[in-house]
């Protein structure tokens, strides 16, 4: 089974962007057989869908953040990004990469461990 | 703004059963949404228990089922056991690429 491992800067202040990557192991982000998604959980809250991408680049985006976020991939480093700019305390979460299987809508079958990421001055 | 609303939480006798439910504010929740379940203790991410509204994942126990009643996704918890203790999360899929995950609900076994 895959694994995803997200990494990037625990803390970013107020307005600035924040940019996350996930590391993909045990497929490629290049194949058609998944979409590779973003979901960020506050503490204390259910997840809330960030967006997702595809090999070809193709994405989807939840509507309440689609202003401020871009999702892309790196065949190159099999990885995944996130940027969402204008951050603001609300911003705040544990930011999730997890594969989701393109054949088999709802079934997202691997999470990364998440990282945390406060926004604040 | 969609909102996936679920009971906040449930609490169920050992060896009993406990079902949670997901529903939709603006609609019902049916097939094409393709509900899926997920859990999820502390300081972990979810686990996947089913999805396409029926569907156990791999290695998940039968004692979990998934179903539609009424308006709403459902999950029902049969013969609940200590480590049944967790969040669990449901998700639609909206169309056009979009999902949703619901509010949650913390089943307490005791």
């Known amino acids: 089974q895959g694994q995803l491992q997200e990494s990037g800067p625990g803390l970013v202040k107020p307005s600035e962007t924040l940019s996350l990557t996930c590391s993909v192991s045990?497929?490629?982000?290049?194949?058609?057989?998944?979409?590779w998604n973003w979901v960020r959980q506050p503490a204390g809250k259910g997840p809330e869908w960030i967006g997702r991408?595809?090999?070809?680049?193709?994405?989807n985006y939840n509507p309440s953040l689609k202003s401020r976020v871009s999702i892309s991939l790196d065949s190159s480093r099999n990885e995944l990004s996130l940027k969402l700019t204008s951050v603001t305390a609300a911003d705040t979460a544990v930011y999730f990469c997890?594969?989701?299987?393109?054949?088999?809508?709802?079934?997202?079958?691997?999470w990364g461990q998440g990282t945390v990421v406060t926004v604040s001055s | 703004q969609t909102v996936v609303t679920q009971e906040p939480s449930f609490s169920v006798s050992p060896g009993g059963t406990v079902t949670i439910t997901c529903s939709l504010t603006?609609?019902?929740?049916?097939?094409?949404?393709?509900p899926g379940w997920y859990q999820q203790t502390p300081g972990q991410p979810p686990r996947t228990l089913i999805y396409?509204?029926?569907v156990r994942s791999s290695g998940v126990s039968d004692r979990f089922s998934g179903s539609i009643l009424g308006n709403k996704a459902a999950l029902t918890i049969t013969g609940a056991q200590a480590d049944d203790e967790s969040t669990y999360f449901c998700?639609?899929?909206?169309?056009?690429?979009?999902?949703?995950f619901g509010t949650g609900t913390k089943v307490t076994v005791l």
């Open positions: 396409t509204t029926s």
């Open positions: 045990g497929a490629s982000v290049t194949i058609p057989s998944f979409f």
């Open positions: 603006s609609a019902s929740v049916s097939n094409i949404h393709y």
């Open positions: 997890v594969r989701e299987v393109a054949a088999i809508t709802s079934l997202f079958d691997s």
């Open positions: 991408v595809y090999y070809t680049g193709n994405t």
């Open positions: 998700v639609l899929y909206l169309g056009s690429g979009i999902y949703v």
